[in-house]
């Protein structure tokens, strides 16, 4: 007694392939690239607001040892597309994050130094705004309190 194997042929495999080929060819450009973009300025902006309360939480937790505290910088040339987190006291990368995509702009400076009370250290930047295909955030930082607020444009 045989038994029947039910299978494709390699010409029939080849045909579905011709065909998914097609339909990708028709469906791709039609797609809204747009839509992504403008969520990469969202994506973005969440990011930062969790790097500035980070930057934060390790200048209050390191306190005890670290009377400089945590700063959060913008690199590369303006507008920014990364930024890095760093113990001042010992100059060390604590995190870094890079965009693609994104404009980054801080109209008054460019760091951020958290103490060890939590609160910004006098010169630190207090705004930060992220933009990208017409979608734009500013980012707030309270000096006295170090409290982050993110609003939309």
Do not use: W
């Not at 969440?46 to 505290?69: E, H, M």
């Not at 303006?78 to 060390?92: F, L, Q, R, W």
């Amino acid at each position: 007694m045989t038994t029947k194997r039910a299978a494709f042929s390699f010409v029939e495999l080849f045909i579905v392939v011709i065909f998914l080929g097609i339909f990708a060819i028709i469906a791709v450009p039609r797609l809204n690239f747009g839509v992504i973009s403008k969520q990469k300025a969202d994506t973005v902006a969440r990011k930062i607001v969790t790097d500035l309360r980070l930057t934060r939480a390790l200048a209050i937790s390191d306190a005890a040892g670290n009377s400089n505290g945590y700063e959060m910088k913008m690199v590369g040339s303006v507008p920014y597309n990364a930024y890095e987190i760093e113990n001042v006291d010992t100059h060390e990368t604590v995190n870094s994050y890079s965009t693609e995509g994104v404009t980054i702009s801080c109209p008054k400076g460019h760091k951020f130094r958290f103490g060890p009370l939590g609160g910004l250290t006098s010169g630190s930047a207090t705004e930060i705004t992220i933009s990208s295909e017409g979608r734009s955030f500013t980012i707030t930082v309270s000096p006295a309190t170090g409290m982050v607020k993110c609003v939309q444009n």
